[in-house]
């Protein structure tokens, strides 16, 4: 999909708009999970999230490719829909983004402040990313996926910098929604020469990525009711199953409970804020506590994005039910 040569020209691309967010090693983390912790803190990017750093590199690879045309216009549960803006704006390319009825209300405000025409449509993300489709062809516009290689390269920066960062990890659990975020991961390590194993999460109550993982093939899914929108996914696409099924060690299910337990303990052990999808990882790290006992392992923290209403509710010690919003 890419080189080492094209993952370090696109590292340089994203270094000269954000930082390069940090990897913190955190003891009471370590005590909780009984082997040493590293989060990687992509909740410390300017939109709270990792996908930031592939909305920069698709457009810079759009812009470069001579492709004309009146505009772009994709689908997300949040974060993809704030990192497409965020670079459209630095571009001067107007963009309309689909999220779903009952989508989160402060993403939902994160996008438009970035300039997003935002439009609600059906009532997941995958009834969304269909009427975009649609929406692309009435309107002239061009469609985003939420997987792209220009997505997957830019995304894969922050495994560079993880890798490079911390020596001998022996795995590394990373959420799934569409895929970039572990394929970044995958492809990096193998880029790199690692043996570091790739654990992907997804929520049991949204696991169609986990029952294709297992089938071999892209198996769909009825719903994707759980409150760690990122992870709501029905349908995955079959190029990110590819790489995951050749490349990753294992997907872990995790539950609402289990998520909203490592939210609390992110906020308790750390005091950073992470979403569903952000705390996913360490839910999972949990869940196989007895597995990991001493080893060197890094969780990906890949947004903190989380509304008001959501975290007051998880940090009572409930957790959140849906529909989140009206």
């Not at 965020?86 to 689909?98: D, E, N, T």
């Not at 994160?110 to 609600?120: D, F, K, N, S, V």
């Not at 059906?122 to 997987?147: S, T, W």
């Amino acid at each position: 999909m890419f080189t080492l040569e094209d993952l370090e020209a696109a590292a340089g691309l994203v270094h000269s708009v954000i930082s390069p967010t940090p990897q913190i090693n955190w003891p009471l983390l370590a005590e909780r999970a009984g082997c040493t912790v590293w989060v990687k803190h992509e909740n410390h990017t300017p939109i709270g999230a990792f996908k930031v750093r592939g909305g920069l590199t698709y457009l810079d690879a759009l812009t470069r490719s001579g492709e004309t045309f009146s505009g772009l216009i994709s689908a997300t549960r949040g974060n993809h829909g704030q990192s497409l803006p965020f670079a459209c704006r630095r571009y001067g390319v107007p963009i309309a983004i689909l999220a779903p009825h009952g989508n989160s209300t402060e993403k939902n405000r994160a996008m438009r402040a970035l300039g997003a025409e935002l439009i609600e449509h059906g009532r997941d993300f995958d009834e969304a990313r269909v009427e975009a489709g649609r929406l692309a062809e009435e309107r002239g516009l061009r469609f985003v996926p939420a997987f792209h290689p220009w997505l997957v390269k830019g995304v894969a920066t922050y495994a560079l910098e993880l890798y490079r960062a911390v020596a001998d990890l022996d795995t590394v659990y990373v959420p799934i929604g569409m895929g970039s975020g572990i394929c970044g991961l995958i492809l990096t390590r193998d880029l790199l020469g690692l043996k570091t194993k790739v654990v992907g999460v997804v929520s049991a109550h949204a696991n169609a990525f986990a029952r294709s993982f297992e089938a071999g093939a892209v198996v769909e899914t009825a719903s994707a009711e759980t409150f760690a929108d990122g992870m709501a996914v029905r349908v995955p696409m079959m190029e990110s199953l590819e790489i995951v099924r050749a490349g990753a060690d294992r997907v872990v299910e995790v539950t609402d409970d289990e998520v909203a337990d490592a939210m609390r303990a992110y906020y308790t052990d750390t005091h950073n804020l992470a979403e569903g999808a952000g705390a996913a990882p360490l839910a999972a790290l949990l869940k196989e506590r007895e597995r990991m006992q001493g080893r060197e392992v890094a969780v990906v923290l890949s947004g903190g994005n989380v509304d008001r209403e959501v975290f007051r509710t998880v940090l009572s010690g409930r957790t959140p039910s849906l529909p989140l919003a009206a």
